[in-house]
């Protein structure tokens, strides 16, 4: 059965979080990335993750999986890019201060494709906002192939380990090639 | 029981095992009764005390650690009640959060809380954890006892004066050097 270019996406994402062999994998939901979400849910049902869990909150996610760490072991969460207003406060005092490494792979909102006309004003700011916040920002988009996301997705899981530290993955995707991928 | 006699139940019980403490005044007077290594302050990390040890106890669990265990505030615990509700959702066996109710922010200005009036031992019951009452140091430890022997998740709803241990030192530490003695203190003992 043929995929498109964005269900392509998701799976590569998927693969790359199951070859990170996290010991964790809290999610916040989202539209854009209910299918990564729900490969995880898969991967965890056939025994290629071990524990793949919903929050109700962004930062009660980082404070769950900055605690990892302490047991030499390494998580992963799964999130929206307006959720980082929340998380910013727990990302900062715990997982910056502490030098806890975790993953977080967040769609974007508020760009090309965009339907809702303010999430735009948290969204934009987010790169910054984590830059800034000595948060590294890798990002992918429609000029990416689905490989890349992959690679990105787990090249970003070791930069977070090799270098102690929370770090972002986020991904965009509006493809004007595929009618179905959302923003 | 004032909040300084509440910690030093908790010390006596918890010598073998990592405890996660609320930031500010609360990790200020748990480090001045003993600075233990299996002491994890969260120097600034608002209301993410419970996220914190749910994380850990899912870290630890299977391993010869058998309790993760989160000494929390009442007004932390407001800052972010979804942490309760996740930790009553995730239902970790191993998990012991005990909330050191005084009914004030006793950190910043003893504002009251709005533990004033609400019951948080009855909302954690509405979230599933397994809830415990304590007024008192011997009913403190006599609860501590159990959640350290059957299986939880527990939360001990523990009330204590309000007001803060006069002279307590700040705790000028390092996060990074403060969580490594932790991590190197809580590894060895996972596979023991």
Known sequence: ?183 | MKRIEALQAIVDATPDLPVVATCAATSRELASIEDRENNLYLLDAMGLAISVGTGLAQAIKDTNVSRAVVIEGDGSLLMNPGAAITAGYLAPENLVVVLLDNGVYASTASIPTQAVTIDLGRFAESVDLKVLRANNTEELAVALKQTLTEDGPWFIHARTEPGNEPGTKLLLIDPVVHGDRFRRWLTPRLSA
């Open chain 1, 1 to 183: 059965m043929s995929t498109t270019i964005t269900q392509d996406r998701h799976r590569e994402v998927v693969d790359a979080l199951v070859g990170l062999a996290p010991d964790g994998v809290a999610y916040v939901p989202s539209a854009s990335i209910a299918p990564i979400i729900n490969g995880a849910l898969e991967a965890q049902e056939k025994g290629d993750l071990p524990l793949v869990y919903a929050v109700s909150r962004e930062e009660e996610a980082v404070g769950l999986v900055s605690a990892y760490p302490f047991a030499d072991k390494f998580g992963v969460i799964i999130m929206q890019d307006n959720g980082f207003g929340n998380a910013l406060t727990a990302l900062t005092t715990m997982a910056v201060s502490y030098h806890l490494p975790l993953l977080i792979v967040a769609n974007t909102r508020g760009g090309l494709g965009e339907y809702n006309s303010m999430i735009h004003s948290i969204s934009e700011p987010v790169p910054e906002l984590l830059r800034s916040s000595n948060i590294p920002v890798f990002r992918v988009d429609r000029r990416n192939p689905a490989e890349d996301w992959g690679a990105t997705v787990k090249e970003a899981g070791n930069h977070a380990k090799m270098t102690f530290r929370p770090v972002v993955v986020l991904m965009e995707f509006y493809d004007h090639k595929d009618a179905k991928a959302k923003a």
